[in-house]
């Protein structure tokens, strides 16, 4: 944080425990009861129900939802974030997913020494945007 400014966010997790719960009844207070109720059913099964395409090992932690305030991109700030969760998480394994149009986010965990290690096609690429989830990996040195 700067000045009370949130600067960037991630969540890490071993995957028993989700990062995200959603709340459906926040969604329709604030989106109307149709809007809220599908915004939910969508959001829920992106952030919540969709399952890793490998299967999470004991000793592995699942980096997510890394985001940096756009004013501030550029500035080291999810680098910094990343790096934090390295030192202060007990995980020897990091695992990630990434859009493969997202190529500053790729290039940043390459620099911070993730390799993709799986690339699962998305199905309404054209929809979406992009191609591919790239999974990418970081371990620990010993």
Known sequence: MEADTVLGFAACTNNAVPSIKLVQHEF???????KGTIAYRILKNEFEDKPY????QAGMGAVEFVATASQYRGRGVATQIIQYIHENTPFKTYVLEVADTNTNAVQLYEKLGYQVFKRVPEPHHKRSGFNFYLYMQYRKQQ
């Open 53 to 56: 395409p490998f299967k999470m």
């Open 28 to 34: 329709r207070r604030h989106l109307g009861f149709i």
